[in-house]
């Protein structure tokens, strides 16, 4: 299995300011014969499920701010909120779409400072 | 926007089974990748396993083979997911989600995100 790991477990930063987390896999999810990073990002609020911000590492989902920001490649990637509002307070997963099964990173959650 | 809706809170015996039911609506269940995803207390979500119904393609994790059954009825568009020789640490919230894109690339496919979740089914195995 594919192991994802993500830094830091928590972050708390202040508001208005940029907010980084980091996620890396244990193998390469970026397949070169298409150029497509199977990478997605999700963000969690206590008693709801995840919901989908960006996919192909990069890609932003329907509705969801352009604050939030996806980049990398191979095995670093990196979600970017580039100016935290009070409602990014979440937990934050990175998960792999590479290979089943389908790996989520262990969450970092972000408060504000 | 796809609204999926679970089956209620179940407390299981452990040994016992369980088997979640995720109603979705009509017009293209079928052709959806759908996944099932739970998530321990306090830990992060856990990818069971997932079925394309247009395709009859369902897979598992290697960690539930053999405990897991994963299947979709096109007519009812519902998909279950059963597990088997419930423990204790099978206590979680269950979800089903829907990936609406999935590309097929060396033999296999990829759900390409999830995009839309469930409600969540609480499933407690206790004696």
């Known amino acids: 299995d594919i192991v994802m790991t993500q830094s830091p477990d928590s972050l708390a930063v202040s508001l208005g300011e940029r907010a980084t987390i980091n996620c890396k896999s244990s193998q390469s999810v970026s397949y070169s014969s298409n150029n497509k990073n199977y990478l997605a990002w999700y963000q969690q609020k206590p008693g709801q499920p995840p919901q989908l911000l960006i996919y192909w590492a990069s890609t932003r989902d329907s509705g969801v701010p352009d604050r939030f920001s996806g980049s990398g490649s191979g095995t670093d990637f990196t979600l970017t909120i580039s100016s935290l509002q009070a409602e990014d307070v979440a937990v934050y997963y990175c998960?792999?779409?590479?290979?089943?099964?389908?790996?989520f990173g262990q969450g970092t959650k972000l408060e504000i400072k | 926007q796809v609204q999926l809706v679970q089956s209620g809170a179940e407390v299981k015996k452990p040994g016992s089974s369980v088997k979640v039911s995720c109603k979705a609506p009509?017009?293209?269940?079928?052709?959806?990748?759908i996944s099932w995803v739970r998530q321990a207390p306090g830990e992060g979500p856990e990818w069971m396993g997932g079925i394309i119904p247009i395709l009859g393609i369902a897979n598992s994790a290697q960690k539930f083979q053999g405990r897991v059954t994963i299947t979709a009825d096109e007519s009812t568009t519902t998909a279950y997911m059963e597990l088997s020789s419930l423990r204790s640490e099978d206590t979680a919230v269950y979800y089903c989600?829907?990936?609406?894109?999935?590309?097929?690339?060396?033999?296999?496919?990829?759900?390409?995100?999830?995009?839309?979740w469930g409600q969540g089914t609480l499933v407690t195995v206790s004696t």
């Open positions: 989600a829907i990936s609406t894109h999935y590309d097929y690339l060396r033999g296999s496919y990829r759900y390409i995100g999830i995009d839309y």
């Open positions: 009509g017009g293209s269940f079928s052709s959806y990748a």
């Open positions: 998960q792999q779409y590479y290979s089943t099964p389908y790996t």
